[in-house]
């Protein structure tokens, strides 16, 4: 069953953590939302040195389409991951995904 990973990166690459590492190199398909928590250029390209075929996603993907890029995938049977900085369920965006995902996975 495809999983959706939520995953929080902390503030700067020094705080990001191995289990979050080891996501973004293992997860079928990673985005990247940069709109809830600007990031500078260098962490951004900190993330790229790790997973360089990362998809950016905008508020509109989120919030306005429901995530419907990140819920493609996983019907696709891939696990997906969604990269946040700093502390994603901050953003109710972000819960509101995780509980799409839920019921899709539920209702499938």
Not at 7 to 17: A, D, E, F, R, Y
Not at 72 to 79: A, F, I, M, P, T
């Amino acid at each position: 069953m495809p999983t959706l990973y939520i995953v929080g990166l902390g503030l700067s690459p020094g705080n990001i953590t191995t289990e979050a590492l080891g996501i973004m190199r293992t997860a079928d398909s990673v985005f990247l939302e940069v709109y809830t928590s600007k990031g500078p250029a260098e962490f951004i390209n900190y993330l790229r040195g790790i997973r360089s075929d990362f998809v950016l996603v905008s508020r509109e993907d989120l919030e306005d389409r429901n995530g419907e890029v990140l819920m493609r995938e996983l019907e696709k049977g891939r696990d997906a991951a969604l990269l946040v900085i700093g502390d994603p369920m901050i953003a109710t965006t972000h819960a509101a995904i995780a509980v799409i995902a839920k019921k899709t996975r539920l209702q499938g």
